[in-house]
């Protein structure tokens, strides 16, 4: 009986455990990936994050032709056209960059805020040999010591100023988590705007590519040169 008794506390408990982790799992399906497809569209609408909105299915409204330049008018037809290869046509990448600077050599994005992007996707993929040789380039950009220290050592972001802090919560949290969350969205999109945040994107895509081809060819520094980033 006693046995019987244990038997049955432990069947219980799993019961409730299991019912626990049932309604976590419960809460955390909400919204998008709560959805039983397939749907309908005002389904799919009322599914989307406060902050995404239907035409663009994305965090900026579609963006309009009659604000574009001429080449601009060029590349949004192109990217509806019957025979476009762009298959998010505008709510993909292609109408997302129409936002920004065509010509990246052009940007608005001063020095010291792209060596800030360049250190962090450095940092979070580990990549010595790009961090070795732009720390001296951001101290040449007007980067602080400290800030740079604040990327290296992934320290706390309390005391950095908040367009800074909103720039390198943006890397850390699209090489960490994978996605950005909308409260820091919300952040980093106040100080740069909608075009300077596309282009740092895109910037910050270069840097990965550079980062990526280092560690498959597993460049090494010269032996003169110490390198200025500690990996685990």
Known sequence: ?????????????????????????????TGYDSLDWPVTEEEFNASLPDDVYPESRGRIPLIRREDLDDEGKRAYDSRIAPDTKSRGKLQGPG???????R??????????????????????????????????????????????????????????????????QLGRELFQDRKVSSETFARVIKHLGKRDLVDLCRLMGNYTRTAILLHTFDVHLPYYTEPLLPVP
């Open 103 to 168: 010509d990246l050599s052009e940007t608005r994005v001063d020095a010291r805020t792209q060596e800030i992007a360049r250190l962090v996707v450095s940092r979070e993929m580990n990549q010595r040999f790009e961090w070795t040789l732009h720390e001296p380039v951001a101290l040449e950009a007007g980067l602080e010591p400290e800030i740079i220290d604040v990327i290296r050592y992934r320290k706390s972001l309390d005391g950095v100023p908040e367009r800074d802090a909103s720039i390198i």
């Open 95 to 101: 109408g997302l960059t129409l936002n920004g600077t």
């Open 1 to 29: 009986m006693a046995a019987t008794g244990h038997l049955t506390r432990s069947v219980i408990r799993l019961f409730a455990l299991s019912t626990i982790f049932a309604c976590a799992f419960a809460l955390a399906q």
